[in-house]
């Protein structure tokens, strides 16, 4: 349903504002933009069309269905005490499935010098409070964000810029972008409006807390937990126009996310904060089981949307459930363990996997063994069957790595 019309405003400050998302605001005259796409905000939302749109510059598709991802981060903690942080801007489909990594060729890096260089010194500043990786990585967060989300924007092609804009615009349009809409998402503050804060041992039950959200903000957001500790949550929108500068849609979530019925618990933020730093991994989601993320093999490359090892680009995979029992999935379809080979697929009958925690990884493991195998190591476009156990000359354990 079209619940809520949100335009991006000029949010001044570092302050996250509390608007609700009920209110219309007027995107072409307060949106502080370095760009403009050009695009008329009037009219169909994404996925909402009847007749078949062209101009994908002004009309986001076939990613018409986009998440506003945030984190609840306890130990490690990220981010202030009384706020949630960024996760990311993802444009799934209409009917819920997805593409990541739509264009190598503007997997920019650097993004903090990217967005220094092109003026926008305040949106980098807030992002480094509130947008920040669990384990200090801050700058290879961004990057994969871009990377793997940012650049299957139909309305974010280069082709879609201004004339003359510099390198990387697009990317500096999508960063501003998220930081804007997540400014009027505080979801601490529609929480704590309602009487409902960070506590040890209080638990809520789904009811209590959607209800919460849905009564600031005028629609239900998907939640998420880790066991039974609330940590993420999803806010969806349609959009008229631009990335850039367009009209997002509040909507209901189409799902509710992992979290139980009941006995829920939001626990306050008790871990020590990681420190930035410039080298490193890509961001994991730590401890926790998180909603999206790849699979890496501990020796090279990672796993495919068909559940093959490779080394080519790496699928998204998306897991439901807690890190002690989940099922998982791709683009292609469930994944599963048949005969001790791993594949997904549509027709494949989804296994119950766990997550075991060692150090700073998160391995998958099949009735609690994290050993996988193959029969050669991948190279080139070459893809290799992932068997469970050791029996195969290739050995190697896999890590979850979030989105």
Known sequence: MLAATLALGALAGSAIATPSLTTPVDAMNLFSKRISSGCSTSGAASCHNTT????????????????????????????????WTIHGLWPDNCDGTFTENCDSSRDYTDIADLLTNQGASDTLSFMKEFWVDINGQNEQFWEHEWSTHGTCYSTLKT??????????????????????????????????????????????????LTNA?????GVTPALNCDGSSL???EWYFNLKGSV????????????????????????????????????GSSPTGGSGLPNKGTIHASTTGG??????????????????????????????????????????????????????TSGSNLLLAVSGST????????????????????SHSKTYTLSIVSS
């Open 244 to 279: 850039i500068d367009g009209q997002f849609v509040a909507i209901d979530a189409p799902s509710k996310g992992s979290c139980g019925s009941s006995g829920i618990k939001y626990v306050p933020k008790s871990g020590g904060t990681s420190t930035t730093t410039s080298g």
């Open 159 to 208: 082709s879609c810029l201004p004339s003359g804009s510099p390198k990387g615009a697009e990317a500096v349009a999508f960063f501003q972008t998220v930081v804007k809409l997540f400014k009027t998402l505080p979801t601490y503050d529609f929480l704590a409006n309602a009487g409902i804060t960070p506590d040890s041992s209080k638990t809520y039950t789904l009811t209590t």
């Open 213 to 217: 959200l849905k009564s600031a903000s």
């Open 371 to 390: 050993a996988f195998s193959s029969d050669a190591t991948p190279s080139g476009t070459a893809q290799e069957t992932v068997f469970t156990g050791n």
């Open 231 to 233: 940590n993420a949550i």
């Open 52 to 83: 078949k749109q062209t101009d994908l510059c002004c009309f986001e598709s076939p990613g018409g269905l986009l998440l506003q991802t945030q984190f609840w981060d306890t130990n490690p903690s990220t981010g202030p005490s009384n706020s």
């Open 303 to 356: 796993l495919l949307t068909g559940g093959t090892w490779s080394v080519q680009t790496l699928a998204t995979y998306t897991f439901s459930g807690t890190s002690s029992s989940f099922t998982m999935s791709t683009s292609k379809g469930s994944c599963g363990v048949s005969s001790g080979k791993l594949t997904c697929g549509s027709g494949v009958s989804a296994t119950t996997f766990s997550a075991v």
